[in-house]
């Protein structure tokens, strides 16, 4: 086995986190080296937000908590030392110009996601990082002298073993798991004797019954979505949703399954009720209705339909009013305008499981503030351990929250466990 001795601090993952964790531990003066398990940087990084990605948001950090979920606790030391405006300067003197759209979400301003993994590899390398490609770690362990061994495989067979007075990881969450993120650093973690709750998928879409039942997937733009527990309404949003063979998804249904998984925590879960008219008020609806069922007596109702829902949604719409798409406007009388309009207001899906690891965007759950010094970020079951990004607990809404969660905590723990390795008469 060949062993690698004289490092500082190992950094395990690639990401967004480990990638500001290894640059900010190397900006200590500490010797450094990250292993990335796939054969590029930032493999998730590149495809997130359709390949676009949203770098971060630029709203004042002091408004970050409204879109802040789990053990923020954990943020407060992270985003002090790194907040948005940091990474947007790092990212932007790599040669990478920055937009703001959507208000205040920020974009690479070529719109590739891939631009933003390389500016932070590049920033990366030239603190003095040694990054290690196709270096899959298998374990994390404690040696007989009190340093951290780390073992793995390098190109996917030769044996590694890395001793560090440091370790930091940083290998994200479960989400998307083709992209690597497969939850390693949870073992790890529990290995060191960590105790973790249950871990959730999240910003995920979801199976219902009924179904829309549509054989691809296609957006419905500007509608109202709530989840009911029982007569409790348990979350509220508007925006797009992306109807989908299996159910329900799209960035609507995302800002409401943080509340949706948990509410499955407790065992059952919620109803959603999609309303396709949320502008118009049930008076107004009606009026609409009864005006389009009396100017068009002689066409069918799935061709009145049409006029106020996409095709693909006609088949459900007209099952949920229980009303015969072959009855013409001339028999659709009062009750028929009530029906359409409680329809098109409030259609009903019983969630059945989310659509899981595969899609998820995000993970709920992973290592709590208990276990943790929040000012450090160091295992509070082992010196010299630290974890970062995803695999926290904690989480954000849609809009570049989850990836400033990851620079700002990566950047704490390696600021950390380079100051512990090198003294501070020697840092930078």
């Known amino acids: 086995m060949e062993r690698t001795m ?58 970050y908590p409204e879109h802040l979920h789990g053990d923020v606790e954990l943020l407060k030391e992270a985003f002090t030392l790194l907040d948005n405006s940091g990474i947007v300067a790092i990212i932007e003197k790599q040669g990478v110009p920055t937009v703001v759209e959507r208000g205040t979400r920020v974009y690479p301003a070529s719109g590739k996601a891939a631009d933003v993994a390389g500016a932070l590899e ?91 039942g549509v054989q691809e997937r296609f957006t419905v733009k500007n509608v109202g979505l709530s989840a009911m527990m029982g007569n409790k309404e348990i979350g509220r949003t508007f925006g797009d949703v992306e109807i989908t063979p299996e159910g329900i998804g799209g960035p609507a249904v995302l800002q409401l399954s943080r509340a949706v998984q948990l509410a499955e925590r407790k065992g059952v879960y919620p109803t959603l009720v999609l309303d396709l008219k949320p502008a118009l008020s049930e008076e107004k609806l009606q009026a609409r209705i009864t005006r389009d069922f009396a100017s068009r007596p002689g066409d069918t109702f ?41 329809a098109l207001k409030g259609i009903k899906l019983q969630v059945t499981q989310s659509e899981g690891w595969p899609r998820a965007v995000v993970t709920i759950g992973g290592i709590g503030v208990k276990e ?28 570049g929250f989850n990836l400033q969660i990851a620079y700002s905590t990566g950047a704490l723990a390696g600021q950390s466990a380079g100051k512990r390795c090198v003294p501070a008469e020697h840092s930078n």
């Open 6 to 63: 004289n490092i500082d601090v190992v950094v395990v993952g690639g990401g967004p986190a480990g990638l500001l964790a290894a640059g900010y531990a190397a900006m200590q003066g500490a010797r450094v080296t990250l292993l990335e398990k796939n054969a590029q940087i930032g493999r998730k990084l590149r495809i997130t937000g359709k390949g676009r990605c949203n770098i971060t948001n630029s709203m004042p950090m002091g408004h």
């Open 302 to 342: 799935a061709s009145i339909l049409r006029g106020f829902v996409p095709a693909p949604l006609v088949r459900r719409v007209g099952a949920e009013a229980r009303i015969p798409l072959k009855d013409v406007g001339s028999k659709l009388g009062q009750s028929a305008v009530l029906a359409l309009q409680r």
């Open 372 to 399: 943790l010094n929040p000012s450090t970020l160091e295992s509070l079951c082992q010196s010299g351990l630290y974890f970062c990004g995803e695999v926290l607990d904690v989480d954000g809404d849609t809009g």
């Open 122 to 212: 590049r920033w990366c390398s030239a603190q003095g990082v040694s990054i290690q490609l196709n270096s899959t770690v298998q374990e994390v362990t404690r040696n007989g002298e009190g340093l951290w061994s780390v073992r793995a495989t390098a190109g996917g067979h030769q044996p590694i073993e890395l001793t560090a007075q440091c370790v930091v990881v940083a290998t994200g969450g479960m989400g998307y798991p083709g992209s690597g993120s497969t939850g390693d650093g949870y073992r790890f973690a529990e290995n060191a004797g960590h105790r973790l709750g249950r871990i959730l998928p999240g910003l995920v879409g979801f199976c219902t019954i009924p179904t829309f």
